[in-house]
């Protein structure tokens, strides 16, 4: 489901083949901060080329670390997050399996940067609805998981 007026165009999307190389698995053993920087860089770029940019806010900062499993459960779920007051997206490099993942996270939190934050709708369904039935996940998680494979191409192409 897609709320917010501006993503509905991309509601529906062409079916797109795996690509072999996404299952590139990311631990910190075998995949350099370089290569993280990169994918993160491409993704960005992907999204933008994709979606847009925010008409109201510049682009967003981008911020990530490695390992990231402290002891809160909470912390542990928040693998990755759009903070609207900085304007930053926060990724936790663990915790992802693969590149494709981490690539459908980045998607996720930078569609929440594309919605409107005025009138503060996201907190209010996040109060009324709870966080899995807030309209606005229900449609970042939607358009993330209907780009990835899309999105993961095109990263790992430019990644090899």
């Known amino acids: 489901m897609v709320k917010t007026k501006t993503l509905k165009r991309f509601a529906m999307s062409p079916p797109v083949k795996e690509s072999p190389v996404e299952a590139m698995y990311?631990?910190?053993?075998?995949?350099?901060?370089?290569?993280?920087?990169q994918i993160i860089e491409y993704t960005i770029d992907w999204c933008i080329d994709t979606f847009g940019m925010s008409e109201t806010r510049e682009y967003p900062?981008?911020?990530?670390?490695?390992?990231?499993?402290?002891?809160?459960?909470?912390?542990?779920?928040?693998i990755g997050r759009y903070d609207p007051?900085?304007?930053?997206?926060?990724?936790?490099?663990?915790?992802?399996?693969?590149?494709?993942?981490?690539?459908?996270?980045?998607?996720?939190?930078?569609?929440?940067?594309l919605q409107p934050r005025k009138g503060g709708w996201y907190e209010r369904w996040n109060n009324q609805y709870g966080y899995y039935k807030n309209p606005y996940e229900i449609e970042a998680y939607y358009l993330s998981e209907m780009y990835a494979q899309s999105a993961t191409n095109w990263v790992m192409k430019k990644l090899f």
Not at 26 to 37: A, G, N, P, R, W
Not at 96 to 108: C, D, G, P, S
């Open 26 to 37: 990311l631990s910190k053993k075998s995949v350099s901060d370089d290569t993280i920087e």
């Open 61 to 78: 900062y981008m911020s990530w670390e490695w390992n990231t499993l402290d002891h809160d459960k909470d912390d542990k779920q928040n």
């Open 85 to 113: 007051e900085i304007n930053t997206i926060s990724l936790k490099v663990r915790g992802h399996r693969t590149a494709k993942l981490f690539i459908k996270t980045i998607i996720h939190e930078y569609i929440h940067y």
